[in-house]
T-cell receptor
Framework: AQSVTQLGSHVSVSEGALVLLRCNYS??????LFWYVQYPNQGLQLLLK??????LVKGINGFEAEFKKSETSFHLTKPSAHMSDAAEYFC???????????FGTGTSLTVIP | NAGVMQNPRHLVRRRGQEARLRCSPM?????VYWYRQLPEEGLKFMVY????????ESGMPKERFSAEFPKEGPSILRIQQVVRGDSAAYFC?????????????FGPGTRLTVT
């Protein structure tokens, strides 16, 4: 079975600082990988995804993530945080066989002015 | 192109009543997923449906919960005899195809409060 671990349920960064949100998965076969963002009282919005090919994936709003097979990781980064980045971020994996998605428990990002 | 629609956005029910949550997928999407989000928790998969078929209901509680996605009309998640523990945000997502490589497009959610 798949599982997704997001280290750090709450992360605080200063405006302009690097954002690093961690995601590790457990699977014998590398799954498809996604990052979603959820703003208060809204649904989830896709930031980026990795399915195949280049392991560094660029998404919306200046975010990017790198798939590292050896570390079973898919960490999300942004060079410079904006106040508008404050939200809940979810890592998700989609199985290469089957239909189910598995979500991490989320990381709440706070940006300090 | 309209996104995933869910209604109502907020639903208040008393213990023992029934709750019906509706989800209209994006145009052209025939795959629907339902998730539940409890406060301070991530999303928990409940059920995956295609038109007229339940594909995977491994995340659905065994009792009181049911889901359908008829040939015509929205997908419906039905909770009978609600209890306080059912209070949560319920999200619907749709995708054009099944399989783990296709991103899911989420609706704004229905926030159920059981009093």
């Amino acid at each position: 079975a798949q599982s997704v671990t997001q280290l750090g349920s709450h992360v605080s960064v200063s405006e302009g600082a690097l954002v690093l949100l961690r995601c590790n998965y457990s699977s014998s076969v590398p799954p498809y990988l996604f990052w979603y963002v959820q703003y208060p009282n809204q649904g989830l919005q896709l930031l980026l995804k990795y399915t195949t090919g280049a392991t560094l994936v660029k998404g919306i709003n200046g975010f990017e993530a790198e798939f590292k097979k050896s570390e079973t990781s898919f960490h999300l980064t942004k060079p410079s945080a904006h106040m508008s980045d404050a939200a809940e971020y979810f890592c998700a994996v989609g199985a290469r066989t089957g239909n189910q998605f598995y979500f991490g428990t989320g990381t709440s990002l706070t940006v300090i002015p | 192109n309209a996104g995933v629609m869910q209604n109502p956005r907020h639903l208040v029910r008393r213990r023992g009543q029934e709750a019906r949550l509706r989800c209209s997928p994006m145009k052209g999407h025939s795959h629907v997923y339902w998730y539940r989000q409890l406060p301070e928790e991530g999303l928990k998969f409940m059920v995956y449906l295609q038109k007229e078929n339940i594909i995977d209901e491994s995340g659905m509680p065994k009792e009181r919960f049911s889901a359908e996605f008829p040939k015509e009309g929205p997908s419906i998640l039905r909770i009978q005899q609600v209890v306080r523990g059912d209070s949560a945000a319920y999200f619907c997502a749709s995708s054009p195809r099944g399989g783990g490589s296709y991103e899911q497009y989420f609706g704004p959610g229905t926030r159920l409060t059981v009093t």
